[in-house]
C-alpha cells in the first residue's frame, strides 16, 4: 500500500519561499506519477503539480514560472514554492500512483498523505 507523509509548510509572508516535501513509500512498480493538490478552506482539490513518470510536468497556471516539482530518486516528492501569494494559501497534499497516467481531477489518485498547511500573509 502506497504510503504518503508531506512535510515543509508553515507562514510566509507574500513573496517568500518554501519547500515542501513528500516521502512516498509501498510503490513496488518502476512506473509511476506522483502530483501535488491543494485545498483552501471551501474549495474543492485541485491540482497543482504533476510529474509523470516520463519526467514531463504539468502546473496550473496560477502557479506556472513559481514553482517547481521534483522528485530525488529515491520517491521524495519536492515543491519548490517561490514568489508565493496569498491565495496560495491551503492545505497541500502528494499523491502518487502506479502507471504512466495522470490527471488533474483528483478523484483519480486514490493515496493521499495528511497534508501540510501553507498559509501566506500580505
Known amino acids: 500500500q502506497v504510503q504518503l507523509l508531506e512535510s515543509g509548510g508553515g507562514s510566509v509572508l507574500a513573496g517568500g519561499s518554501l519547500r515542501l516535501s513528500c516521502a512516498v513509500s509501498?510503490?513496488?512498480?518502476?512506473?509511476?506519477?506522483m502530483a501535488w493538490f491543494r485545498q483552501a478552506p471551501g474549495k474543492e482539490r485541485e491540482a497543482v503539480a504533476v510529474?509523470?513518470?516520463?519526467?514531463?510536468t504539468y502546473y496550473a497556471d496560477s502557479v506556472k514560472g513559481r514553482f517547481t516539482v521534483a522528485e530525488d530518486g529515491q520517491n521524495n516528492l519536492y515543491l519548490y514554492m517561490d514568489n508565493v501569494k496569498p491565495e496560495d494559501s491551503a492545505m497541500y497534499y502528494c499523491?502518487?500512483?502506479?502507471?504512466?497516467?495522470?490527471?488533474?481531477?483528483?478523484?483519480?489518485?486514490?493515496?493521499w498523505g495528511q497534508g501540510t498547511q501553507v498559509t501566506v500573509s500580505s
Open positions: 510529474l509523470a513518470t516520463t519526467g514531463s
Open positions: 499523491t502518487a500512483r502506479a502507471g504512466s497516467r495522470w490527471s488533474v481531477d483528483s478523484s483519480f489518485w486514490k493515496n
Open positions: 509501498g510503490i513496488t512498480v518502476p512506473i509511476y506519477s
